[in-house]
């Protein structure tokens, strides 16, 4: 794994757990925030941290935002701090920003001034939870962006028989990657494989295709 060099500004909940969790996986983590108590909280927890403006450009440059491989502006509540330190970083040159939004104006705004990824943490986690509750038999997803996922399946009365009678393919145009039973991985499995109840299915396709089969299995 290729260590990355990653900026985090803002430190409430949401940075914190990104910087910190980011070191734990051992990247390199520059960790700012205009608090310093926030500051002094992820000091031992991050590579290092510091008390820093990022919505004045000056401080920014100071240390070095276009150096990092990400930057990650995590600024909560204050939506004017949040789109400057956005701005400052991607006008400093900065390759890849990811930028929090508290609601679909900011996330417009965000885009629009340049941001590489915009995430809205509560509204994401919202979607998924629902997701799984309604349909459970969705354990796990994972977004690869550009609209494609990976989910993993429980196999439940509707998905008896083999994958060439199933032709998952076919009618959802999605794609069986792996299959999982009793603790063993089957990596691309057979036409003629069966499957049987509780097998989990690895599925890659577009977010649209994907809901097209949770529809099917949750009827």
């Given at each position: 794994m290729k260590t990355k060099q990653c900026l985090v500004i803002?430190?409430?909940?949401?940075?914190?757990?990104?910087?910190?969790?980011?070191?734990?996986?051992?990247?390199?983590?520059?960790?700012?925030?205009?608090?310093?108590?926030?500051?002094?909280?992820?000091?031992?927890?991050?590579?290092?941290?510091?008390?820093?403006?990022?919505?004045?450009?000056?401080?920014?440059?100071?240390?070095?935002?276009?150096?990092f491989d990400v930057v990650v502006v995590a600024i909560g509540t204050d939506v004017q701090a949040n789109i400057l330190a956005t701005m400052n970083a991607k006008s400093l040159g900065a390759p890849y920003v990811v930028t929090k939004a508290v609601d679909e104006m900011a996330r417009r705004v965000l885009e629009r001034i340049g941001a590489d990824l915009v995430i809205r943490p509560e509204h994401d986690m919202g979607v998924r939870l629902a997701r799984q509750i309604a349909t459970p038999n969705i354990v796990d997803t994972l977004d690869l962006g550009g609209d494609y996922a990976i989910v993993e399946i429980e196999a439940n009365e509707r998905l008896r028989g083999t994958l060439r009678d199933l032709n998952l393919t076919g009618r959802f145009n999605v794609q069986i990657i792996a299959i999982s039973r009793g603790g063993k991985v089957e990596v691309t499995p057979r036409a003629e494989d069966d499957l049987r109840p509780h097998d989990k299915l690895v599925v890659i396709g577009t977010a649209h295709n994907l809901d097209d089969l949770r529809r099917y299995l949750g009827e």
């Open positions: 803002g430190l409430g909940r949401f940075g914190t757990a990104v910087a910190t969790t980011l070191y734990e996986m051992g990247h390199e983590v520059v960790a700012i925030d205009q608090n310093e108590e926030n500051v002094e909280r992820v000091m031992n927890l991050v590579t290092h941290a510091a008390v820093v403006d990022a919505s004045d450009e000056r401080a920014l440059r100071a240390i070095g935002a276009s150096d």
